[in-house]
């Protein structure tokens, strides 16, 4: 009975260590005056799913979020992107991206 509770107990607490293995990862975002793209990268060889979340200033102000859900499979980007709605008149001068990723 004790070593059945042991194994239970064993059991619980590494269901619980793979249920928060989110980390946060490096993104690095390119800006023109029409999108903004920002790439998430894997080096390792396992494929990986990150969420992104993509923000966008205009040049009056306004904002332009995009929140996406990316598969990244070992040694290749990820993209995420965030368009400007008149990009003659109103472009996009800034960028910036928060990412969440697991294995």
């Given at each position: 009975m004790k070593k059945l509770l042991i194994?239970?107990?064993?059991?619980t607490c590494s269901v619980q260590a793979f249920a928060y293995n989110w980390f946060p990862v490096q993104v690095?975002?390119?800006v023109n005056s029409a999108t903004a793209r920002c790439a998430v990268y894997n080096n390792s060889y396992r494929p990986m799913t990150c969420n992104i979340q993509v923000s966008g200033r205009t040049f009056y102000g306004y904002s332009a979020i995009n929140r996406m859900s990316v598969r990244?499979?070992?040694?290749?980007?990820?993209?995420?992107?965030?368009n400007a709605n008149n990009p003659y008149n109103d472009p996009?001068?800034?960028?910036?991206?928060?990412?969440?990723c697991r294995f």
């Amino acid at each position: 009975m004790k070593k059945l509770l042991i194994a239970a107990f064993l059991m619980t607490c590494s269901v619980q260590a793979f249920a928060y293995n989110w980390f946060p990862v490096q993104v690095s975002c390119t800006v023109n005056s029409a999108t903004a793209r920002c790439a998430v990268y894997n080096n390792s060889y396992r494929p990986m799913t990150c969420n992104i979340q993509v923000s966008g200033r205009t040049f009056y102000g306004y904002s332009a979020i995009n929140r996406m859900s990316v598969r990244v499979f070992g040694g290749s980007y990820g993209y995420a992107f965030v368009n400007a709605n008149n990009p003659y008149n109103d472009p996009l001068v800034r960028a910036w991206a928060n990412a969440q990723c697991r294995f």
